[in-house]
T-cell receptor, first 112, second 119 residues
């Protein structure tokens, strides 16, 4: 399967702490994207990182990409209760008619 | 912009009945994706269209499932006949060309989903 795998499957932290989620994939990619899904809602795009990029920032989010290790990480700094959600990485593999393949997700719980 | 619109939001039906899910793309977007999400299988791509043309339907479970784009802004996903194992949340998403082609390389905008329960 080309599906990405996220680690950990679940993460519980306190408000103000940083949260780090990891994503691994198996074949070469064009880009990798991170999405958030609140309970009962659709997915919301957070950030896209291309295969020739190593790091991107967006507000409290920091994404890294290591194509040699076929892995990416999402760091949320100074977490808030509102960050409680499931987070998915999604990859666009090269040579696959450009469709997104979603990982299994990390469920993040931020407590007060 | 209202975003991607899906209807109905919830559907409860009995096994054997026909189910039609509807999706309206964001204006200007030219790629449309149908996904299914279950606890067991996660988020699966069923089919996607570029400029109204189906590009990849390899994720469609079987012949009971069909999808159409009668125009550039609207799509339907039909299940006939429905079975209990089809129970899931069905999402559609759209994307636009933006800076990259094909547009499916770009971020996708998801609708709120349709929760389908087949009894």
């Amino acid at each position: 399967s080309q599906q990405g795998e996220e680690d950990p499957q679940a993460l519980s932290i306190q408000e103000g702490e940083n949260a780090t989620m990891n994503c691994s994939y198996k074949t070469s990619i064009n880009n990798l994207q991170w999405y958030r899904q609140n309970s009962g809602r659709g997915l919301v795009h957070l950030i896209l990182i291309r295969s020739n990029e190593r790091e991107k920032h967006s507000g409290r989010l920091r994404v890294t990409l290591d194509t040699s290790k076929k892995s990416s990480s999402l760091l949320i700094t100074a977490s808030r209760a509102a960050d409680t959600a499931s987070y998915f990485c999604a990859t666009v593999f090269t040579g696959t008619a450009s469709k997104l393949t979603f990982g299994t997700g990390t469920r993040l719980q931020v407590t007060l | 912009d209202a975003g991607v619109i899906q209807s109905p939001r919830h559907e409860v039906t009995e096994m054997g009945q026909e189910v039609t899910l509807r999706c309206k793309l964001i204006s200007g977007h030219n790629s449309l994706f149908w996904y299914r999400q279950t606890m067991m299988r996660g988020l699966e791509l069923l089919i996607y269209f570029n400029n109204n043309v189906p590009i990849d339907d390899s994720g469609m479970p079987e012949d009971r499932f069909s999808a159409k784009m009668p125009n550039a802004s609207f799509s339907t996903l039909k299940i006939q006949p429905s079975e209990p194992r089809d129970s899931a949340v069905y999402f559609c998403a759209s994307s636009n060309p933006g800076q990259a082609l094909p547009s499916s390389y770009n971020e996708q905008f998801f609708g709120p989903g349709t929760r389908l329960t087949v009894l």
